[in-house]
């Protein structure tokens, strides 16, 4: 017996939110001849919008008059889902310092549904979370909050001078995950500050080093006279220059012979 199968299928569209329209996503017509006792099977693919269900209209009639028409239609619940996308455009961000980021996220929940979901944003980089939030779903929304990027550290004291870092965008709490991913250039400007100070310490060591090695070589002078040794064959084993006149003075270096220290040993 010939019939003639109608499908339709309509569903909410939430993407204009608070606005909510009612769209037809498709419409199936095919005639076919029915045998008694038998099951027919039609299959379509189609993109539904952001909709928290869908409700297909299904009837057949026919041109024998014994035929009795049929019309049934069945509402379909669709399992919340969700995406969220970064608004904020970023240049180059300051390390250390916060900046405000704008999410734009897009669901198939209605805000009767009382459906809470998370989102996180993860700097692969350092792997820290920047940004956890727990929020109630709605078609529509929009959420600007504050984050904080800081580059790796040098010997884990002095921030690297630039860095990019890769950030991951996540929510979870819906049937089907979301992640996205961007990289951002984090510039610092306390490395600067931090090599000033390090090469001022470097400086101060160098001097002190210097100031030191002077005093600690005048005093061992001090404490230390010298004279020159002679031969062995000499009768005396050292040889008396004084200051001034007579033999008081003290032993002493010899002008001009005080670069090679091995010529000379404390006098007992």
Do not use: C
Request: hydrophobic share 40%; glycine share 6%.
């Amino acid at each position: 017996m010939p019939v003639g199968l109608s499908l339709g299928l309509t569903t909410l569209d939430l993407s204009h939110y608070p606005q909510v329209f009612t769209r037809a996503i498709t419409q199936f017509t095919k005639q076919f001849t029915i045998e008694a006792n038998s099951t027919y099977w039609v299959n379509s693919t189609v993109t539904v919008p952001f909709a928290p269900y869908m409700v297909i209209t299904a009837s057949y009639n026919a041109s024998n008059p014994y035929v009795v028409p049929w019309f049934t239609n069945v509402t379909v619940p669709i399992d919340p889902v969700a995406n969220v996308s970064l608004q904020t455009v970023f240049g180059s961000l300051l390390s250390g310092k916060a900046v405000p980021v704008t999410l734009k996220v897009m669901s198939n929940v209605l805000p009767s549904q009382s459906h809470y979901v998370f989102i996180n944003i993860y700097d692969n980089t350092t792997s820290k979370y920047v940004l956890t939030l727990l929020t109630q779903l709605q078609p529509v929304m929009y959420i600007t909050k504050y984050v904080t990027l800081e580059n790796s550290k040098i010997l884990g004291v002095i921030p690297e001078p630039a860095e990019y870092h890769t950030l991951t965008l996540v929510l979870t709490g819906v049937s089907i995950p979301y992640e996205s991913a961007l990289r951002v250039l984090v510039v610092s400007n306390s490395f600067l500050v931090f090599f000033l100070l390090f090469l001022g310490i470097l400086i101060l060591v160098a001097v002190t080093a210097g100031v030191v090695s002077g005093a600690t070589h005048a005093i061992y002078n001090v404490a230390h006279r010298y004279v020159r040794r002679v031969s062995g064959d000499s009768p005396r084993k050292y040889v008396r220059e004084v200051r001034g006149q007579g033999w008081g003075g003290h032993y002493v270096r010899r002008a001009g012979e005080d670069r090679d220290r091995k010529r000379y040993v404390r006098k007992e």
